[in-house]
């Protein structure tokens, strides 16, 4: 193992961020506040969804390599 794919594994740890984004009931199980009369136990975890596709998009970039041909 090659010290720079060591330091690439370290962006892996941003894809826990969705995980206790939605994971937790607590951060999204009130009304309050609405956006665009949408309470939030609605438009919070469909921000997750848009949030965990840029999430994944960047990791990716990040730890695939020059083009994805790393092997």
Request: no cysteine; glycine share 16%.
């Amino acid at each position: 193992m090659n010290p720079s794919s060591t330091g690439k594994r370290g962006w892996l740890w941003l894809l826990l961020l969705p995980f206790i984004g939605v994971g937790w009931p607590g951060f999204y199980t009130s009304v309050n506040p609405e956006v665009w009369g949408f309470p939030k136990f609605y438009w919070y975890p469909i921000l997750w969804i848009v949030l965990t596709g840029i999430i994944t998009w960047i990791v990716y970039g990040l730890t695939s390599g020059a083009g994805g041909t790393e092997q």
